[in-house]
Nanobody, 125 residues
Framework: QVQLVESGGGLVQAGGSLRLSCAAS????????MGWFRQAPLKEREFVAA????????DYTDSVKGRFTISRDNAENTVYLQMNSLKPEDTAVYYC??????????????????WGQGTQVTVSS
């Protein structure tokens, strides 16, 4: 089964940028639907962005469109989330997720069967 390890989180001022990485082992990212979710304190885990399983289609939640970019490096077996123009409301633990299940929804956590441990992103105002 695939294992996911996130990195790249940290503290940044509003307007700044971070790039999160999700390194996969035990599986090839191009064979999975890959997604990023985030969870702020006292809130439910919410969808951020996703990469479809076998093609290059991407999907973003409205609040990050135009600011965040999900990408995939098959050679490195890594998925990235480039986050620009960060806002304090982007503060959360960010999780990488993978799904091997065809036909599952991509915007809800239950649609994914593998998760990383999360990386903290804090945006100061």
């Amino acid at each position: 089964q695939v294992q996911l390890v996130e990195s790249g989180g940290g503290l940044v001022q509003a307007g700044g940028s971070l790039r999160l990485s999700c390194a996969a082992s035990g599986g090839t990212v191009s064979n999975y639907r890959m997604g990023w979710f985030r969870q702020a304190p006292l809130k439910e885990r919410e969808f951020v962005a996703a990469f479809s399983r076998f093609d290059t289609k991407t999907d973003y939640t409205d609040s990050v469109k135009g600011r965040f970019t999900i990408s995939r490096d098959n050679a490195e077996n890594t998925v990235y989330l480039q986050m620009n123009s960060l806002k304090p409301e982007d503060t959360a633990v960010y999780y990488c997720a993978a799904s091997s299940r065809p036909g599952m929804p991509s915007r809800v956590p239950s649609g994914y069967n593998y998760w990383g441990q999360g990386t903290q992103v804090t945006v100061s105002s």
